[in-house]
């Protein structure tokens, strides 16, 4: 046993000493020659950026932005994106509409110029792919219509198609007064109190969700919203956190364990999107509270529709004000901030070339 012990220890030692130097220059490679490269390669077209650091890129620069804009006190203003994404406010005042930043050691060029993303998401020589999720945004997004590629894709596109094809949400519809009329009845209760509105939506489009694309019955709608809830704020703490190169394979953080953990129980709950229709709702009623003119024109328009008559799906089609009501919640807060791609091949997009 001894004997054989030794032999091990020394064979694998010296693999170590055969494979160390390998494993040094990739990192070199990886962490400081390529980052360099690439930055010189895009501010010789004029694309700046600020600069590089080692490991976190500029990650760790992007959190705090993020975190003093969060601490500073709220005001009543829909001018949001300095406080959403500060780093961009800043970074595009200086480097111009399109610049250059670090994810870690992967470069991302933030696009903000209308024409090179239509060129982007026309994509006609596909060579702008999905970017594969990772860690725990993969954990709260899966891997659903919003990032799927290829044949994946496609399969998801034909089962939405189906599902929100006329009939289908027609059949939907009952379930979804149903709790509608279960949370009106909620805030009953709480007349001339505050509603935290969108916790109530979260609740409303997980149990929705649940009933029409699981068929439950009865959903621990709460259990879910928290579990929910839990993994959002572990995705915003982890996001910009980085780990040297192979740490994540042998230890996992305890933030890791407990995403694991809430993963296994969720996921059937997050294949669709809610997030979005959740925050949407959750808007529009914001801005309702602020225009109670709105407000009125709005329940003029529905009482004239349906009187006191549950909506129907040919009555909903015909609601003018409400739909240039939601139309304007979707222009101030749009559900998603950003879009990202990466590159098939080396690509050259308006007048720069862009490395794969
Ligand atoms: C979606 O379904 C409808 C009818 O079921 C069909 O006419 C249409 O071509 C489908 N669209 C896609 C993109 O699959
Ligand atoms: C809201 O936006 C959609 C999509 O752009 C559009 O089709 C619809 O006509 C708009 N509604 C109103 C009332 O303008």
Redesign the pocket.
Known sequence: MTSSGGLVIMLSSFLCLFLFPFALINIILKQWWTPTRVQKLMGRQGIKGPSYRLVHGNAKQILDMKNEAMSRPKSLSHDLFPLVQPHYNLWCKIYGNIFLQWYGTVPQLVIMEPELCKEILNNKDRVYLQVELQGFSKKLLGNGLGTAEGEHWAKLRKVANHSFHGESLKNMIPDMITSVEEMLQRWKNHEGKEVEVNQEFMLLTSEVISKTAFGSSYVEGKNIFEMLTKLSSLLFKNVYTFRLLGISNLFKTSDEIEGDKIEKEVRRFILLEQETTNGLLAWTVFLLALHPDWQEEARKEVLQLFGKQNPNPDGIARL??M??I??ET?RLYPPVVQLIRKTGREVRLGKHDCPC
Request: proline share 0%.
């Open positions: 003018k004000t739909s240039m939601i139309n979707l």
